[in-house]
């Protein structure tokens, strides 16, 4: 199958910058979608921003101009530059893929997550 693995993610000052990466691996023939999701306690996991295999971006409302997603194809890996960082972006974030298997089998994932604490 495949597998997700995130790194970036800490504790900062608002204001500040974190960029979180993304790197998948596995008998994948290609990804159509990579994208970050964040989740804080009791709360749903909601859609921080997603680039498609077009290059095409969308973001939430409350990360548009500060965050920014970007990916290699080559390398099956995508960041997450987050800038001007706010105490309510304080949440854990996960990576997530949609694509096709060398099998030509649809795959999703997830990543395990990584902490991201803004202190105000």
């Known amino acids: 199958q495949v597998q997700l693995v995130e790194s970036g993610g800490g504790l900062v000052q608002a204001g500040e910058s974190l960029r979180l990466s993304c790197a998948a691996s596995?008998?994948?023939?290609?990804?159509?979608?990579m994208g970050w999701y964040r989740q804080t306690p009791g709360n749903e996991r909601e859609l921080v921003a997603l680039i498609t295999s077009a290059s095409s971006t969308n973001y939430a409302d409350s990360v548009k101009g500060r965050f920014t997603i970007s990916r290699d194809n080559a390398k099956n890996t995508w960041n997450l530059q987050m800038n001007s960082l706010k105490p309510e972006d304080t949440a854990v974030y996960y990576c997530?893929?949609?694509?096709?298997?060398?099998?030509?089998?649809?795959?999703?994932?997830w990543g395990q997550g990584t902490p991201v604490t803004v202190s105000s």
């Open positions: 997530h893929a949609q694509g096709i298997l060398l099998t030509t089998r649809v795959f999703v994932s």
């Open positions: 596995g008998s994948i023939r290609n990804i159509n979608v």
